[in-house]
């Protein structure tokens, strides 16, 4: 498993620092704002005022890391569900999200400079899609690459095994970003796969895979760059497999007590990746508690605007229901509209 | 009597059956350690072990294919997909494999397999979740299609389903999941299949309806009685055998009909039962036979589903029409 930092936040071996502070830094406020939207998000959803969401929290390393190797004037990302700092860097606004989360998709449509898919709820259907934006790009001389992103439980389904057969074949560029967490709802890792490595699986599919430390900020970022970079250059598809640790329920419909050992989740959080990086930072002369208190008040204030904003946004009102069907309703279609609306 | 709710009931049932059938398996996703996404699992696998309560990878169509073939093996499979719009994800298995394996084999390999998947919406799940796709499944016409929607039928039905020698496909209400206790004995009782259920009686116009929409037809009878209309309530139970006595005798004597279904109207199974009243009852016919259904759109957003879904109101409505009719 390739891996930078140790859990402790120190450079293994004597390594050079990989990245521009900075850039670290940024990629921290990127996480940190990430748990702050769980822990909000949480909140309301328990008032009532959220629907059913899936929190990222412990695997802010393997989103953030892996999105900031791509360029979103070109590059397309293709989400699962549990990559919402993902969705924020390429340039969807937080309070679209949250209106998605409150029934009103209509509100959070992605703005048509966005160059990303709305979540995908039917595990691995996404995968497919992926490798057809990355092929079309091809196919015209575009220099784009497609992130898609999915679980471990995911990976068992037969969309993905097809998707990167195809990816392979026609050399799509294309990286396929599978976030290991260890769960799929109850069921573990080792029911899913009896390969010790799901990292290994690329070998059967024509391109490289490889295993990273998913909550080495660093190291995600790098084996991702480099993964892009191959898909830019035409060298066609790579799977990344990130090891990282699901630290809150599923969803909030879920009680991991019923299934989960606390010891392992202890252990997990041992391994927290925020820690991590606030640790390498610090020893580079970067992060203090100034420091760390001013980044929790601008990630405050970004968040409460956001809520404000998706309360203001107009309701979802029944009309709704028929928009977008079709190009044009067809005559018994537009009846039943009518027949909804009160209109005949 | 014990009292049960649905997820009871059904766990009752599972219970029952893998105690006095050892070759009986249960797998699925989050069955086991969980006991499933609804609990209607809940505790077998301790009771029985992990070789018969098994936790599968995530994948639907190895669930229903690898179902078909320990049933070639020997072994009473029961299937769960974890929600019923994900069967499409083993559309092939489920139809065109299971629902023709006696046929294509000529009789050699009949299949005893049971797929459980709760359907329907009015939960506020997340999209494809609530998706009533159960139309799709009767046009492979050797699959059975069961849909209880009450404790006593899920019980009786569910060990009728396993102990069925066809595969069966048994869908849940999840919306009335949990929505209140009624008497289930404790004992063995099987319901059998393709025999409806009059849920209330009444002169004046036939409800027809299945899975959750017949608690929609209950509260839609109900309000009628109190404008002087007496309605008749008929819950399916199953689809596929389908209980064209009891629909055709019931439209016979009240003169009027109205269908409630869950699925969009367009080929929803509600379009069946319109032409089998056609051709069956249409000199009894005091006016022209009803649907309330979904509309012709996808499952709608979340905070819209009430307005989508088939209400008792619109049924209301649609009974008065036909009664000035
Ligand atoms: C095709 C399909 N089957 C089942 C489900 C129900 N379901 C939702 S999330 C989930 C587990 C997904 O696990 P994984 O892919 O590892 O992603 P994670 O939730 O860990 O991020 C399941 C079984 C679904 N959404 N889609
Ligand atoms: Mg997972």
Redesign the interface.
């Known amino acids: 498993m390739f891996q930078l930092l140790d859990p402790a936040g120190r450079l293994r071996n004597g390594a050079k620092p990989p990245l521009d502070d900075e850039f670290v830094l940024e990629g921290l406020r990127w996480m940190l704002l990430s748990r702050a939207i769980d822990a909000r998000a949480t909140a309301l959803q328990r008032q009532g005022r959220l629907?059913?969401f899936s929190p990222v929290l412990g695997q802010e390393a393997a989103v953030v890391g892996s999105a900031l190797a791509l360029d979103p004037s070109r590059d397309w990302l293709v989400p699962q569900y549990r990559e919402l700092p993902a969705m924020l860097m390429h340039g969807y606004p937080l309070h679209k999200h949250l209106l998605n989360l409150?029934?009103?998709?209509?509100e959070g449509r992605i703005p048509d400079d966005v160059l990303m898919l709305p979540t995908q709820?039917?595990?691995a259907a996404q995968l497919p899609h992926a490798v057809g934006i990355a092929w079309g790009l091809k196919l015209q001389g575009k220099d784009g690459v497609v992130m898609t992103y999915f679980g471990e439980?995911?990976s068992?389904?037969?969309?993905f095994h097809e998707a990167c057969n195809l990816a392979g074949v026609v050399k799509a560029p294309v990286v396929f970003f599978l976030q290991n967490n260890n769960w799929?709802?109850?069921?573990p890792r080792q029911?899913?796969?009896g390969a010790a490595s799901l990292a290994d699986r690329a070998a059967g599919y024509g391109m490289p895979g490889v295993q990273v430390d998913g909550n080495d900020l660093l190291a995600v970022n790098q084996v991702s760059r480099e993964a892009v970079a191959r898909a830019r250059a035409g060298e066609g598809p790579s799977l990344i497999e990130a090891i990282t640790y699901r630290m809150s329920f599923h969803n909030t419909?879920d009680n991991p007590s019923?299934?989960q050992d606390p010891a392992e989740l202890e252990a997990a959080r041992a391994r927290d990746p925020i820690a991590r990086v606030q640790a390498y930072l610090k020893g580079r002369g970067m992060w203090d508690e100034k420091r760390e208190q001013e980044f929790e008040q601008a990630i405050s204030e970004e968040i409460d605007a956001a809520v404000a904003k998706a309360q203001k946004a107009p309701?979802?009102n029944?009309s709704?229901?028929?928009d977008n069907?079709f190009a044009e309703l067809?005559p018994?279609?537009a009846a039943?509209?009518r027949e909804?609306l009160g209109e005949g | 009597m014990p009292e049960m709710n649905i997820i009871e009931a059904i766990r009752d049932a599972l219970t029952l059956e893998m105690t006095r059938d050892e070759r009986v398996i249960v797998l699925g996703l989050d069955v086991g350690r969980l006991g499933g996404v609804f609990r209607t699992t809940d505790g077998l696998q301790e009771r029985f072990g992990k070789d018969r309560v098994v936790d599968t990878p995530l994948a639907e169509a190895v669930i229903i294919g690898s179902a078909i073939g320990l049933a070639i093996s020997g072994m009473v499979p029961v299937a769960e997909i974890q929600f019923l719009g994900f069967t499409h994800q083993a559309f092939h298995q489920m139809g065109a494999q299971l629902g023709r394996f006696r046929y294509r084999s000529r009789g050699r390999f009949p299949l005893p397999v049971t797929v459980r998947a709760p359907m329907g919406g009015g939960t506020k799940t997340p999209e494809f979740h609530p998706d009533a796709i159960e139309a799709q499944f009767v046009q492979y016409p050797a699959l059975k299609i069961a849909l209880p929607s009450n404790p006593y039928d899920a019980k009786g039905m569910l060990l009728q389903a396993i102990r069925d020698p066809d595969p069966v496909l048994f869908i849940e209400p999840e919306r009335l999941y949990r929505k209140g206790r009624a008497e289930v004995p404790a004992e063995d009782y099987t319901v059998p299949f393709g025999k409806a259920r009059i849920a209330r009686e009444g002169k004046d116009v036939t409800l027809v309806a299945w899975s959750a929409a017949v608690e929609v037809c209950e509260r839609a009878a109900e309000q009628l009685a109190t404008e002087g209309v007496q309605a008749t309530v008929i819950d399916l139970r199953t689809l596929v055998p389908l209980d064209e006595e009891t629909i055709v005798k019931s439209v016979e004597s009240t003169g009027r009909c109205v269908v409630v279904h869950e699925a969009p109207l367009s080929a929803g199974f509600g379009a069946e039962i319109v032409a089998t009243l056609q051709e069956n009852a249409f000199y009894s016919l005091d006016a022209p036979i009803a649907r309330v259904a979904s509309y012709d759109t996808p499952y709608p957003p979340a905070s819209l589903e009430s307005h989508w879904l088939p209400s008792p109101e619109r049924v209301v409505r649609q009974v008065r029409k036909l009664l000035s009719a």
């Open positions: 629907g059913v409150m029934g009103n998709p209509v709820v039917a595990l439980g995911a068992s389904e037969g969309d799929a709802i109850s069921t029911l899913q796969s419909t019923k299934y309701v979802p029944r709704q229901i028929f069907v067809t018994r279609q039943q509209r909804l």
